[in-house]
């Protein structure tokens, strides 16, 4: 007896009793109220408001597919022709058959065009929850916050023979090194490119931008760049970031 005390109180291999390991966990407190209870896991429903860009990292071929063997849309540069850093609008995403992620982009193009970069050519997502609205007909843009306008104003745009283009493009950048007379206080670059060379510094992009010719708004008098009234460029500026979706009607 002396023997199995000892070995017991040095943890030997004799079994506890049923009734000690009984008390043991009834002496266990209860885990407290979580203080942030996880309940199950949902999925995230597509905003129609909100809108995702990113940033090139370096110089990229866009493809017409989601692989490296998929014919080139287009060559895309690191830098816009004013300068700032490019980007495209993030559309949808996908897999090559190597495993490799694909990002489907909305790409500066006078066609409006669409192609496939690699994930690794771009930045980190931004997302905003604005849309610009140029309606050619009314000569009027409208800027729309998650659905809702919160600024309307009277615009000129390109002549019959240099014509502002239609459909979906995006801001591209925020400029204020071309403020001056012509242009205003301040700028917007777009990735919409005209058929004809507009009078934007770039050249064939669109550019939003004041005048000193207020009288001239609205009407249809530029190269196919979008004109506004000082006051109300300045009253965009305040509301509209950069890789807000561009529509022109």
């Known amino acids: 007896m002396a023997a199995a005390a000892g070995a017991a109180a040095c943890g030997g291999s004799e079994p506890t009793p049923r009734a000690a390991v009984g008390d043991l966990v009834g002496a266990v407190p209860a885990p407290p109220h979580p203080a942030l209870p996880i309940g199950a896991p949902v999925a995230l429903g597509r905003d129609r408001d909100s809108t995702r860009w990113a940033p090139l990292r370096r110089a990229v071929v866009a493809r017409a597919r989601p692989s490296p063997d998929a014919p080139s849309v287009s060559a895309l540069a690191a830098r816009t022709p004013e300068g700032t850093t490019n980007l495209v609008l993030v559309l949808a995403r996908a897999r090559d058959a190597r495993g490799g992620l694909w990002i489907r982009a909305r790409l500066p193009s006078r066609r409006a065009a669409t192609g496939w970069l690699p994930r690794a050519a771009l930045g980190g997502y931004r997302v905003v929850h604005t849309r610009l609205v140029v309606d050619r007909g009314r000569l009027r843009m409208t800027l729309l916050r998650r659905g809702r306008a919160v600024l309307r104003a009277p615009i000129a745009i390109g002549r019959a023979g240099t014509p502002t283009p239609a459909g979906s493009f995006y801001v591209r950048d925020r400029l204020t090194r071309f403020a001056g007379r012509a242009y205003g206080p301040i700028a917007f670059g777009t990735s919409a490119q005209s ?13 939003i931008h004041g005048t000193d010719q207020p009288e001239l708004i609205p009407g249809r008098v530029s190269h196919g760049c979008i004109r506004l009234r000082n006051v109300d460029i300045l009253r965009l500026v305040r509301l509209l970031p950069v890789g807000t979706p561009l529509q022109i009607t």
């Open 195 to 207: 058929a004809t060379l507009t009078d934007w510094p770039a050249g064939g992009f669109v550019g």
